[in-house]
């Protein structure tokens, strides 16, 4: 996660044309290494089946591969990296409906740039929730809004002409992008409907905000 974070900074990049797509590369390319190289490291300690309906995998791994003590040092790793994504994402997240709020397509107060913490008071009404429902509904959410933003790119090219960025092999990487963030709500929409429902409520109840608020300006 994170991979894609550098975007939500482009308006405040000295020279986003150079910074972004650099930013996007090295970090894409950095995830993907080390996620292959993390999933090849539980493969070679257990099986599929061991690892089936296991929450903490890397303890699981690092337990058969090191011992008990190392399973434990694992643990507290992972721990500490959620802790630096979430106060990452703190700094980076509310950059979007910040955005949003500048441009009227969300309530003004979300535009504000105080110590009051609206969008960090919201975020943490979350967590009196289950942490694995949490995860997948946010995930779905993420997915689906990904695949719109990268589906926009069409709109876009058509509508405005020449960006500033080139994509290479367009069309191909964005409809692969969209065609698979579809497939990933799709199958976890599947497999977990009650996350469906609070994603598809979400999306109406935003939906409906917005309308709103082109309304009243």
């Known amino acids: 996660t994170g991979w894609n974070a550098a975007a939500y900074l482009g308006g405040e990049m ?3 044309r150079r910074s972004l797509p650099r930013a996007l590369l090295l970090g894409t390319g950095g995830v993907t290494l080390l996620y ?3 999933n090849l490291a539980f493969l070679r300690a257990a099986s599929i089946e061991e690892m089936a309906g296991v929450t903490e995998v890397g303890h699981l791994a690092a337990t058969r591969l090191f011992g008990e003590s190392a399973g434990s040092f694992v643990t507290a790793a ?7 994504t979430v106060l990452a994402f703190a700094m980076a997240g509310p950059r979007i409906p910040l955005a949003m709020a500048e441009e009227g397509q969300l309530p003004a107060a979300l535009a504000r740039r105080d110590e009051r913490g609206l969008q960090t008071l919201s975020a943490l009404g979350l967590l009196v929730g289950d942490p694995d429902q949490i995860l997948i509904y946010v995930g779905m959410t993420l997915s689906i809004f990904a695949g719109l933003a990268v589906a926009g790119l069409f709109r876009a ?5 020449p960006r500033p960025f080139r994509t290479p092999g367009h069309p191909v990487p964005a409809l692969a992008f969209s065609g698979l963030s579809l497939t990933i709500v799709g199958l976890t929409a599947f497999d977990r409907p009650d996350a469906a429902l609070a994603t ?6 935003g939906t ?7 309304q009243t300006r």
């Not at 090219?157 to 002409?161: A, K, N, S, V």
């Not at 598809?200 to 109840?205: E, F, G, H, M």
């Not at 409906?208 to 082109?214: C, H, N, P, Q």
């Open 200 to 205: 598809a409520v979400t999306l109406v109840a």
């Open 14 to 16: 000295r020279d986003a």
């Open 208 to 214: 409906g905000l917005g309308a709103f608020l082109d």
């Open 36 to 38: 292959l190289a993390v």
């Open 78 to 84: 992972i721990a500490f990296v959620l802790a630096s």
């Open 157 to 161: 090219r058509h509508r405005e002409g």
